[in-house]
Every structure is written in structure tokens, then in C-alpha cells.
């Protein structure tokens, strides 16, 4: 969850979650499966992470690696609520990657930028920079997610600072330009295409709060059964989508795309 939304939870940050979170993790571990290692020497850094729900749980699943958790959002306060968070994992929380380059023996085997480029302005100037930054090397896998279609930016992007969305094409040529190259590439979330698409009409119609506080994973506040449901039915969305692709080459569109990289070899 972005830090923005995580000053209006008054729980705990690692309790009660969103299908969408909880989805779209088990989406992008599937995706790292083939990539990801249980290993102390395996170093895994989150760049905009906000509030480490998601290296939580993969630290859960690879208790033995090294998270390391950068927020140019956090303060010492958010910081130190967040240790706790994070007591008895493998989690290093940093402000900046500057910072934790300091602290990373070799260069880190993993970068996660989860939702995060589509808040940068400059989003080549930013991809750049990771590309020639000494954390990572040309064995640096990269896993991006972003949301999908400009066409579907609305009021949900307004609120969290989003510059812009992005599809298959445009992801791939950004990263290409930026010295990158795909190892794998497609769009999540198809179902949820339909309820965003009426959203945009209906903002078209009726101007939307553009003051609101949250964009609703912060209120939250169903049953773990329905939870659940909810959940399961994104992943079948996914699922759906993976055989479809696998049978006929075709990338169905979906509410958020998703690449795995790594740097160009010049």
C-alpha cells in the first residue's frame, strides 16, 4: 500500500487487505518463482516499497534472503513503526538506494519497482539512473508492475499522484530506450477493466471529488471469506489469461501490466 494511503489506516499495516493486494501478490511471486532464491547471499531490494505488506510476505516465503525496503517517503518515525512491522525478518528499511548500496555487499540479485514508476515524472531519467546505479548489474533481474491504458486514468490515478499508465508497447519501448531488455512481459486484472471503464464514464458525466482521502484499499473492511472470494476471483482472471496466452499468443488487456527484466548487455 502507498505510504499516501497508510497515514489513514489506523491499524496495523500487515492485518486487513485488499483482494487486490492480496491478488496481485500472489500474481508477481509466480512470476518470480523461477528467479527468486532462498538465500542468504540473495539480496532483494523493493524501491518504493510503502508499507512492506509485500516483502513481508515474500520474506515469509524465503526467510534465509535479504530484503531490503526503500521509501523516499519515509521518515524515522514511519521507519521505526515499521521494524516492528518487520521484527524477526530479514527486512533493512533505507530512505534512498544510495543508501542501501552502502549497506549491500554485492550487487542486489533482484529489484522490485511494484507499482511505483507510474509516480515519477521522468520516468526514463529514473529507469536510467537504475540501469547505471552500482546496486545492480547485468545479473540484476528487475520486476516492474505498473497500471495499464491511459485511457483509464481517472480520478484513482489524481489521487495517487500517477503521471500516467502505460500498455505492453509502451512499458517495453520505455525500458528498450533505457537499456533493458524483457525476459517476460503481459497485463493482469482483466476483469477489472469493465468497472473502471464505467468509472471513467462516470466521471466524464459527473465531475469527481478530486479532494477525496483514500481510493478505497484503505477502507477495506470486509470479512476474511469474502476477502477471499474476491481474491480468488483475480487470480482465476489471471489464470484464465496465462492459458489463453500460452494457447494463442494473444496478451488479453488487463487493469495493470507487468515486466520481468534485465539490464541490456552494451
Not at 45 to 59: E, M, T, Y
Not at 232 to 255: A, E, H, M, Q, R
Request: positive net charge; aromatic residues 10%.
Amino acid at each position: 500500500m502507498d505510504l499516501v494511503e497508510v497515514e489513514k489506516r489506523d491499524s496495523n499495516p500487515i492485518t486487513v487487505r485488499h483482494p487486490w493486494e492480496l491478488a496481485r501478490f500472489e500474481i508477481v511471486n509466480s512470476l518470480l518463482k523461477d528467479v527468486i532464491k532462498n538465500d542468504p547471499n540473495y539480496n532483494v531490494l523493493d524501491i518504493g516499497c510503502g508499507d512492506i505488506f509485500f516483502i513481508s510476505k515474500l520474506s515469509s516465503l524465503y526467510p534465509q534472503t535479504n530484503f531490503y525496503a526503500i521509501d523516499i517517503a519515509f521518515t524515522d518515525d514511519i521507519i521505526s513503526k515499521l521494524k516492528k512491522v518487520a521484527a524477526g525478518q530479514n527486512i533493512f528499511l533505507f530512505k534512498s538506494l544510495d543508501e542501501a548500496n552502502f549497506h549491500l555487499k554485492k550487487p542486489a540479485d533482484l529489484v522490485l519497482l511494484l507499482d511505483v514508476v507510474e509516480h515519477i515524472e521522468d520516468d526514463k531519467g529514473f529507469l536510467k539512473s537504475l540501469h547505471d546505479n552500482k546496486g545492480i548489474n547485468n545479473d540484476t533481474h528487475v520486476m516492474i508492475t505498473v497500471p495499464a491504458y491511459q485511457g483509464l486514468f481517472c480520478s484513482h490515478d489524481h489521487f495517487l499522484g500517477h503521471y500516467r499508465r502505460y500498455t505492453n508497447t509502451t512499458l517495453l519501448n520505455t525500458l528498450n530506450e533505457c537499456g533493458f531488455k524483457k525476459e517476460k512481459l503481459g497485463y493482469f486484472f482483466s476483469t477489472l477493466i469493465g468497472p473502471r471503464i464505467i468509472q471513467v464514464i462516470k466521471e466524464k458525466i459527473i465531475k469527481p471529488d478530486l479532494g477525496k482521502e483514500t481510493t478505497g484499499l484503505v477502507e477495506w473492511n470486509k470479512g476474511a471469506g469474502f476477502t477471499n472470494f474476491v481474491k480468488n476471483i483475480l487470480l482465476f482472471d489471471y489464470n484464465v489469461y496465462k492459458v489463453i496466452k500460452k494457447i494463442t499468443g494473444l496478451s488479453l488487456p488487463g487493469l495493470s501490466n507487468y515486466i520481468l527484466c534485465k539490464k541490456r548487455v552494451l
